[in-house]
C-alpha cells in the first residue's frame, strides 16, 4: 500500500509516463534516475524529464493466479514487461485482452486504469496499465 | 442563446469499455424473459467497464484522444468540466485527475457536473460561455458515467458504461455551434439519494411528463428561436436512455431514422447516461461532412433538456484523420461476458473484505 504522500509525488510518473533522458549520452530511464548509470558524475545537472510516448512492444508476460489483493477482481491477469519506443521498460499489468491471445512483440499502448484503493474510504490510485494496439 | 462570438468543437472522442452483455443473460439470472424486454427496450447488448474502470479512466482516454485530435497541448485548457453521475469520489472532482493526465494542471479552473444524463451538455455549454466571453481559449467538456440499475430491476438491462469528450474554442473548429437551449423544471422521475448504490425511478412517469416533454419543448425552442425545422438538419442526436424513445420523439418532432441512425448507439451499447448524447454526437461527426448540420438534445432526469444546433466545418476533414480511433472502431471491439463475470466486474460479489 503506498502512502498519500508517495502516491502524490509520482502523479506524473503515473499519469503521463514521465521519466529522464541524460543529456550526455541521451539515454532515457524511467522512473526517473537522478544520474545516468552509464555517464555517472559526466550526467550530473544534465538529467532532464522526458515524457514517453506511451507505445512500445511486448518483451515477456506472465499470468498472475495468485493476486495482490487490489487486482483480486481481475484474476487471473496478465503482468508484462513493455519495451518502449524510446528504448525504455516498463513493467506494467496487459488488460483488455485475452491470455492466449497474447503474442511477444506485439505492439501495446499505455491506458490510465485504477491500480487500486487504500481502503473503501481512502484514495483511489490510478495509474498506467497496457492495451493492445487493435 | 446565441455566442456573441463564434465558439464550436476542436477535438472530440469517445471511449467506451469492450465488455458486453445481452438482456436474455440477465433475464436468465431473474426469471425474466431478457430476450423479450430486450427487443422491447431495443436493446441487442450493453457495455460493461472492467473492474479496473469507472469515470475516472473513461474520462481521460477520452480526455487524451479529444486533446490529440484538436491539436492543441494540455496547457492550452483552460477549463475542464466533467459531467457524470457516478464519479468515484463523492467528494474530490474527477476534473482534477483529468487535468493532470492530460496535461493541463495547474493554470486552469476545474469541476465536476452532476444532472443526472444530461450533465456532460451542461459542461459544454459552461465552456462556450468561457470561450464566447474571452475568460478562456480552450475548455473540456466531458460526459461519462458506470451507471448502474439494482440487480433485477428493470434498469439492470440498459444501464451501461462510455463517456466522451469535447474540446470548445473559438478557432481551427472542426464543427461550429451556431446555438443552445435550455429547458429545466422541477420533475422527480428518477434520482439517487446520497450515499445510495442504485437509483430509484418513478416507472413510466419517466416518459411523457419527464424525456419526451423536456425534449420536445427544449427543441421546439431551439426552432422557433432559429427558425430551423427538421428538413434543414443532416443528422439529429436525442438522448437515448433504451432505443426505443429516440426513435419515438425522433419522429413526434419530425426526424427520420437516416437523421439520427449514426449517433443511435444504445442497440449496442446501451444507455451510458452522460455519456450518451456526447458519444451519439461523436458517432455522427465521425460520418459527417463539411457542411452538414447536426441537431442535438440530451435529456437529464430531475429534469432538463439542452439543445444544440451544429454546423460541420471543413476542418472535420483532417481531424477525422489524425490517428484518433472512430466511435465505431471503439464499439465494434466487444467481448461477451456472462452474468457471474457481470457480478464480479462490477463488484456485486462480497468478498468479506473491508
Redesign the interface.
Known amino acids: 500500500m503506498m502512502t498519500i504522500p508517495r502516491f502524490w509525488r509520482e ?2 510518473q503515473r ?2 509516463g514521465v521519466g529522464v533522458e541524460c543529456g550526455n549520452c541521451e539515454r532515457v530511464y524511467f522512473p526517473p534516475r537522478e544520474v545516468c548509470p552509464h555517464c555517472r558524475r559526466e550526467s550530473i545537472g544534465k538529467m532532464k524529464e522526458r515524457e514517453l510516448s506511451g507505445k512500445g512492444r511486448l518483451v515477456t508476460f506472465t499470468e498472475i493466479h495468485e493476486p495482490m ?1 487490489d487486482f ?3 484474476v487471473p491477469y496478465i503482468m508484462a514487461i513493455v519495451e518502449m519506443d524510446e528504448d525504455v521498460r516498463m513493467t506494467g ?1 496487459l ?2 485482452i485475452d491470455y492466449d491471445e497474447v503474442e511477444q512483440g506485439m505492439e501495446v499502448d499505455v ?5 487500486g484503493e487504500e ?2 474510504s481512502g ?2 490510485y ?1 495509474g498506467y ?1 497496457f492495451v493492445p494496439v ?1 | 442563446m446565441k455566442t456573441n462570438k463564434k465558439v464550436g468543437i476542436k477535438g472530440y472522442a469517445g471511449y467506451v469499455p469492450r465488455y458486453r452483455i445481452t438482456p436474455k443473460e440477465i433475464g436468465e439470472v431473474w426469471g425474466k424473459d431478457g430476450e423479450r424486454m430486450g427487443k422491447g427496450l431495443n436493446i441487442i447488448s450493453k457495455s460493461i467497464p472492467s473492474p479496473d474502470e469507472d469515470v475516472i479512466s473513461i474520462s481521460i482516454q477520452a480526455a487524451k484522444w479529444a486533446v490529440m485530435r484538436s491539436e492543441i497541448l494540455g496547457e492550452d485548457i483552460g477549463a475542464i468540466y466533467v459531467g457524470s453521475e457516478s464519479h468515484p469520489y463523492a467528494v474530490k472532482p474527477t476534473a482534477t485527475i483529468v487535468a493532470a493526465a492530460v496535461g493541463a494542471t495547474p493554470y486552469l479552473t476545474a469541476a465536476d457536473y452532476e444532472f443526472a444524463c444530461k450533465a456532460g451538455t451542461a459542461a459544454i455549454q459552461t465552456c462556450m460561455g468561457l470561450v464566447a466571453s474571452g475568460m478562456i481559449n480552450n475548455g473540456m467538456a466531458i460526459g461519462a458515467d458506470t451507471s448502474q440499475g439494482a440487480p433485477g430491476d428493470a434498469l439492470e438491462y440498459s444501464a451501461s458504461a462510455g463517456g466522451a469528450a469535447f474540446i470548445i474554442g473559438s478557432d481551427d473548429l472542426l464543427a461550429e455551434i451556431n446555438y443552445t437551449t435550455s429547458f429545466t423544471t422541477d420533475t422527480p422521475d428518477f434520482w439517487r439519494r446520497e450515499g445510495k448504490k442504485y437509483p430509484s425511478h418513478g416507472g413510466r412517469f419517466t416518459g411523457q411528463p419527464a424525456y419526451f416533454k423536456h425534449i420536445a419543448g427544449c427543441t421546439q425552442v431551439l426552432f422557433e428561436e432559429t427558425g430551423a425545422e427538421p428538413d434543414d438538419f443532416d443528422y439529429a442526436v436525442f438522448h437515448q436512455p433504451n432505443g426505443k424513445f429516440p426513435i419515438k420523439i425522433a419522429k413526434k418532432l419530425g426526424f427520420t431514422m437516416e437523421q439520427i441512425g449514426p449517433g443511435l448507439l444504445v442497440p449496442r451499447i446501451g444507455n451510458t447516461y452522460s455519456g450518451a448524447v456526447p458519444l451519439g454526437l461523436a458517432a455522427t461527426l465521425d460520418v459527417a461532412e463539411p457542411g452538414d448540420r447536426i441537431m442535438v438534445t440530451a435529456y437529464g432526469s430531475g429534469a432538463g433538456s439542452d439543445s444544440f444546433d451544429i454546423t460541420v466545418t471543413d476542418g472535420i476533414l483532417d481531424k477525422r484523420e489524425n490517428g484518433v480511433p472512430s466511435i465505431e472502431q471503439v464499439i465494434s471491439d466487444e467481448v461477451f461476458i456472462s452474468y457471474a463475470k457481470y457480478a464480479k466486474f462490477r463488484e456485486k460479489i462480497d468478498t468479506g473484505e473491508w
Open positions: 502523479i506524473r499519469y503521463k489483493p483480486k477482481m481481475m499489468q488488460v483488455d491506458t490510465i486504469r485504477r491500480l481502503s473503501p484514495i483511489i490510478y496499465k487493435r
